[in-house]
């Protein structure tokens, strides 16, 4: 039951840092779904997502990407180890097509995506 009380605490932990490589981290499988890692192999796949309008149109940046080599660029970036960023994509298990992706971007900073 949610709390009437606009002053609830809520306590929760963040990943150990550093985090460990990203080829370490587990996939995440259901009958439907599968979560893993963004790697440099997904360029196209992420291209396909963050060049459209509506995908992009919650998130941070605000904007699609223009060009391949940008997306190239922010997914190397987001997997930068040094910017503690815990990134997965979403894909169909079935297909394996890429339907979104989500983490905490910037861990000890607090941002969200």
Known sequence: MASKDPNTKIRTTLPRL???PQSTWPHIRTSRL???PLT???????YTR???ASFMAERTLGKPDTS????VEALASL?????????????V???????GDGGIHTIR???MG
């Open 79 to 91: 997997s930068d180890p040094e910017r503690e960023n815990f990134l997965f994509g979403l894909f």
């Open 68 to 71: 391949f080599s940008e997306t």
């Open 40 to 46: 440099s192999s997904d360029a196209e796949a992420y």
């Open 109 to 111: 900073h607090g941002g």
């Open 34 to 36: 599968l979560l893993r």
């Open 18 to 20: 550093p985090l460990p």
């Open 93 to 99: 298990t079935e297909t394996g097509e890429l339907i």
């Open 50 to 52: 963050r060049s459209d």
